[in-house]
């Protein structure tokens, strides 16, 4: 569940200079032209120099110091690169400091320009191309016909929760590892909460879905998810949260599809401050479908109106009252009866008033 941390290295200059006559002034105005007092200011200046390509960032402040340097990829969404070291050259007397980022491009950064711009991938990215290789796969199907955003995200999410594990390639945790990328996801199949967020928002990018990636905690541990855009209305997506373990390549619940701010906040933790308001609902899973339950009543009215009509695997639902007594097993026997399965298996997700019960019924 943790976002991947880069450490940065630093290289630090403090000078201070005695002026006579010429100077090295002339030199160090020369080397950043851009200022940039604020961490805002900096943080969306690297988010628009990585989407470039750039791996350089170089510019002068006055108020920002190495502190607010050491935290930087923990601020940054990381999607198209992370800085990888910076260096400080700093004039006292001035009260002035000069700063260059060198930054490292991700493998989405060259997939996304290939797609849409049509440029080769560098010969020595391997692991871009194979990405490119398993986005392209991935689209032919998607296009195969028109679809709304909400179907092309519907469609990404089932496919990232049915096929990939949550977990380490090869079984090892490594810090900068590929558990941590969209590569990890959609070409190993094996990744963490940030690969997860990487592979959906590379897909939604690539299918023409507004998505942003988010980080913060959840269970008091960090973690990534995304934030996706429908009809100008801004939903939460946690697809690992809707991936449990064990992984079960045939089960795909969505208790954190399309949720708003309210309901994440049950469970999850972010600084609102850095990204949009999510108050959409229209696109929730439960509302959309007619499945959200506010009380065992409606629960059981509408899962007997499905049971009557088919013979389901799976059904889910989001309930508003759960508690153990309420949705105890004698009261869920009604299931078996009315569908004719031989055994059912409940699983829950998400907390009261927002809880998800998903039913797997034998036959």
Known sequence: MKRKIILLLVTLWISIFIISGCSMMPHLNASAQTVIDTKKELLAEIENALSSGKTKISFVTSDLDQTDFDTLNQNIEGFYGVVKEYQIKSVKFLNKSYVTLNCEISDNYYVEKAFFD??????????????????????????????????????????????VAYGYP?????????????????????????GYAEGMKLLCDLSGVTCKMISGTAD????????????????HADLTWDDPEPDETSRIMYPYFNVDDTQMKADHKWNAALYQKAEGNEYNYYRKKDLLCEDYKSFRSKCEDILEKKSPNSIQFMVKDYDQDTYSDDNLQFILRYSGASSLRMQIAGKTPYTMLYFKLQY
């Open 118 to 163: 049509e440029e080769d991938i560098p010969e020595e990215r391997e692991k871009a191309r194979d990405l490119y290789e398993a986005c392209k796969s991935f689209l032919t199907s998607l296009q195969s016909k028109k679809r709304s955003d909400y179907e092309k995200e519907k469609l990404i999410h089932d496919y990232i929760v049915s096929n």
């Open 170 to 194: 090869g079984g090892k945790k490594e810090p900068e590892g590929d558990a941590y990328s969209a590569y990890g996801a959609l070409v190993l199949k094996k990744a963490v909460c940030n």
């Open 220 to 235: 008091g541990e960090k973690h990534a998810w995304n934030l996706i855009k429908l009809d100008k209305e801004w939903y």
